[in-house]
């Protein structure tokens, strides 16, 4: 596993706050900047199953299945987060995952 001080930082933190979403969402960020996918995988699905209307979540989800080439769980993963959007009034990100939709089912 590749290592970085800001990793093991946020791994302290962590260790204080298991739940917390927004210190999931930065810990699966830097897996995922660092090479991790499958650890980054885990912390983001951790986040839907934990937090489920942490709409910012879905998108990155979303690319990163499609990264890892699940395009199926990719397109669920944004109809999903566009449910949420909807019923918690983010218009933003309704339209982004409308949009990373779209692109995919283009392809």
Same mark, same amino acid.
């Given at each position: ?12 933190? +962590?260790? %204080?706050?298991?739940?917390? %979403? ?6 699966? *960020?830097? =897996?995922? *900047?660092?090479?991790?996918?499958? @650890?980054?995988?885990?912390? !983001?699905?951790?986040?839907?199953? @934990?937090?489920?209307? !942490?709409? #910012?979540?879905? +998108? =990155? ?6 990264? /890892?080439? %699940? ?6 993963? +944004?109809?999903?987060?566009? /449910?949420?959007? *909807?019923?918690? #009034?983010?218009?933003? %990100? ?5 949009? /990373? *939709? ?6």
């Amino acid at each position: 596993m590749n290592d970085s001080p800001r990793l093991q930082q946020l791994l302290q933190f +962590y260790s %204080a706050s298991p739940d917390d %979403a927004f210190l999931l969402f930065a810990l699966a *960020k830097e =897996h995922e *900047k660092l090479g991790n996918m499958e @650890t980054a995988l885990d912390f !983001y699905q951790k986040i839907v199953s @934990t937090s489920p209307d !942490y709409v #910012g979540v879905y +998108y =990155h989800l979303g690319k990163l299945l499609e990264k /890892a080439r %699940a395009p199926e769980q990719a397109l669920e993963t +944004y109809k999903s987060g566009m /449910a949420v959007a *909807k019923k918690i #009034g983010d218009q933003h %990100a309704f339209s982004e995952l409308a949009e /990373a *939709k779209l692109e995919l089912d283009d392809e």
